[in-house]
Each structure stands twice: as C-alpha cells, then as structure tokens.
T-cell receptor
Framework: GNSVTQMEGPVTLSEEAFLTINCTYT??????LFWYVQYPGEGLQLLLK?????DKGSNKGFEATYRKETTSFHLEKGSVQVSDSAVYFC????????????FGKGTTLSVSS | GAGVSQTPSNKVTEKGKYVELRCDPI?????LYWYRQSLGQGPEFLIY????????DSGLPNDRFFAVRPEGSVSTLKIQRTERGDSAVYLC????????????FGQGTRLTVV
C-alpha cells in the first residue's frame, strides 16, 4: 500500500541555517505530494504541494521537488527563522480526486536565535 | 465561518461512554475527511465523505466508530463504548471536490478517555 517515510526529529537549528527534511514515499500510480505544517497551538496547514514528477512546490521560502526516480519529496529552506519552528508532515494522496491523505510521522523543527 | 470548525476542542470522558465530535466544514466544500492523530504520529485516515455519502470508510478501526453527514455539510463522528486507546486528537478536514488532497484542517478535538 501507499506510505510515507520522513526523517526522525527533532531537528534543531540556529537562525539562518539551511534546512533539509527528507521524505520518501511508496505509491502506485501517480500520487500528489504535500508538505503540511503545524505551528504550536494551531491546526495543520498546507505548506506546498506538487502534483506530477519534476514539479517544484514552493511557499514562504520553502521548496520541495517531486522526484519520481528516487521517490522523494525533500523539504528545503535556505535560511530558517525562529518563526519556522513547527512540526512538518510529508503526505501523499492517490491519483483519484478526493483520495485521503497519507501522512508521515512528522518532524519537529526547533529554530533558536 | 472562514475555516473548518470542530467542537468541542477538548473532551474528557469515562471508559465505556458514548461521545460525539462535530465538524463544520468550509462552506461549499463537498469532500470531508476525518483523521485521528495519536501523540508523536501523523494523522491517520478514518473516513471520507463526498456529499452526504461515505465514499470510503476503510480507516474506521472497528464498529464502535461511526460518522454521518446527513445534509452534506456538518459531520458528526460517533464513538460508542469508548476505550482508553481511543484517546487522540480527532481532526476534520474539507476540500473542494476536484482537488487532490488540498485539505483545510480544523484544529481538532482532543479526546481523553479515562
């Protein structure tokens, strides 16, 4: 079945450091891939998405590229801020409209000034 | 409202009791999902509605769990004979019909079974 594996946390960085959170997936067909973020005390929010191979999703300085050859969707940011401290979830959905999301376990990011 | 609303935000109940959790999706969103998130885990799919009907209930763990969406908007997740293992955050999400996975989540209901 479909599944998502993301790197274990927590990830602790200093402000302005480079961030990578690894995510790999297993899926049949052509899934869409997502990164969701959960800030402290808030609900899950869509951060970025990519719907086909080689697409790059980007938002708020974060980027992730859909790599079908390596079944990966790694999240990157060139310079993190304290306000980026949150839990990040990689997720996929199947090729049919309305298919539910399958999430990874989440990676906690803590950024200090 | 502007977003997905879930009530109550917290619920403490005794083992064996019945509970109902409510979700009010974004107006006009025909797809509605329920997920369960245990501590340290990602959300796990429970059930998906398209309009009034349950299009996929394969994630419901057992027959103690049931959900309805009678008018195609508000949904209620019902748990009978609650067990301590049911303690988790229950998340509701809605999305436009045709989007693949673009889901807007509520803040969840934290259920604690004592």
């Amino acid at each position: 079945g479909n599944s998502v594996t993301q790197m274990e946390g927590p990830v602790t960085l200093s402000e302005e450091a480079f961030l990578t959170i690894n995510c790999t997936y297993t899926a049949t067909g052509y899934p869409s891939l997502f990164w969701y973020v959960q800030y402290p005390g808030e609900g899950l929010q869509l951060l970025l998405k990519a719907t086909k191979a080689d697409d790059k999703g980007s938002n708020k300085g974060f980027e992730a590229t859909y790599r079908k050859e390596t079944t990966s969707f790694h999240l990157e940011k060139g310079s993190v801020q304290v306000s980026d401290s949150a839990v990040y979830f990689c997720a996929l959905s199947g090729y049919q409209a309305g298919t539910a999301l399958i999430f990874g376990k989440g990676t906690t990011l803590s950024v200090s000034s | 409202g502007a977003g997905v609303s879930q009530t109550p935000s917290n619920k403490v109940t005794e083992k064996g009791k019945y509970v109902e959790l409510r979700c009010d999706p974004i107006s006009g969103h025909t797809a509605l999902y329920w997920y369960r998130q245990s501590l340290g885990q990602g959300p796990e799919f429970l059930i998906y509605f398209q309009g009034t009907g349950a299009a996929d209930d394969s994630g419901l763990p057992n027959d103690r769990f049931f959900a309805v969406r009678p008018e195609g908007s508000v949904s209620t997740l019902k748990i009978q004979r609650t067990e301590r293992g049911d303690s988790a955050v229950y998340l509701c999400a809605s999305s436009p019909n045709r989007d693949r996975g673009d889901a807007f989540f509520g803040q969840g209901t934290r259920l604690t079974v004592v």
